[in-house]
T-cell receptor
Framework: EAQVTQNPRYLITVTGKKLTVTCSQN?????MSWYRQDPGLGLRQIYY???????DKGDVPEGYKVSRKEKRNFPLILESPSPNQTSLYFC?????????????FGPGTRLLVL | KQEVTQIPAALSVPEGENLVLNCSFT??????LQWFRQDPGKGLTSLLL?????REQTSGRLNASLDKSSGRSTLYIAASQPGDSATYLC?????????????FGGGTRLMVKP
């Protein structure tokens, strides 16, 4: 089944403790991205990747890092999480990121930073 | 900067009713507009994608229209069912968005009562 998977689905952590949220897709997509969803602010893009080893900042990249060493994986790294990073995170992918393409979203990771 | 607004924020209807969800956007320089459905714990599912050159798209009981010049889109749901209960999001992919980023509206939370 074609899908985008995220792990963990739920995470409670404390301020400053490094964490990684993994994202994997099995559709051989070149384009992947991360969004966060907050009440009243909608979904906002954090980082995106057009292909392996090619990443760039989205709208709200501060406090986050990403890497794209393999086509299928696009982990989101919070080196020193803070409470304002408490949010619902979504990973998304599409074949090339073209305007004609549907984007596929993962199930989300709910993060609470204490 | 592109802004996407959805009205109403919440809607409750009896089963069987036809309904319309509204989406408006401020910058008409878009590649496409997409409608997504968001279910708790299941991420976002793409419903319809309308290219900027198109006026509407249909899938089953769903029909989405796009009026780029006025910055509006509507999602029409015919003969609503309790299974349609979810949050519906519209998103635009604009010329001025880096990285094929989608700009999302805040969503309409729909409840269809049996």
């Amino acid at each position: 089944e074609a899908q985008v998977t995220q792990n963990p689905r739920y995470l409670i952590t404390v301020t400053g403790k490094k964490l990684t949220v993994t994202c994997s897709q099995n559709m051989n997509h070149e384009y992947m991205s991360w969004y966060r969803q907050d009440p009243g602010l909608g979904l906002r893009q954090i980082y995106y990747s057009m292909n392996v080893e090619v990443t760039d900042k989205g709208d709200v990249p501060e406090g986050y890092k990403v890497s794209r060493k393999e086509k299928r994986n696009f982990p989101l790294i919070l080196e020193s999480p803070s409470p304002n990073q408490t949010s619902l995170y979504f990973c998304a992918s599409s074949l090339y990121g073209g305007s004609w393409e549907t984007q596929y979203f993962g199930p989300g990771t709910r993060l609470l930073v204490l | 900067k592109q802004e996407v607004t959805q009205i109403p924020a919440a809607l409750s209807v009896p089963e069987g009713e036809n309904l319309v969800l509204n989406c408006s956007f401020t910058d008409s320089a878009i590649y496409n507009l997409q409608w997504f459905r968001q279910d708790p714990g299941k991420g976002l599912t793409s419903l319809l994608l309308i290219q900027s050159s198109q006026r509407e798209q249909t899938s089953g009981r769903l029909n989405a229209s796009l009026d780029k010049s006025s910055g509006r889109s509507t999602l029409y749901i015919a003969a609503s069912q309790p299974g349609d209960s979810a949050t519906y999001l519209c998103a635009v992919q604009g010329y001025n968005n880096a990285g094929n980023m989608l700009t999302f509206g805040g969503g309409t939370r729909l409840m269809v009562k049996p």
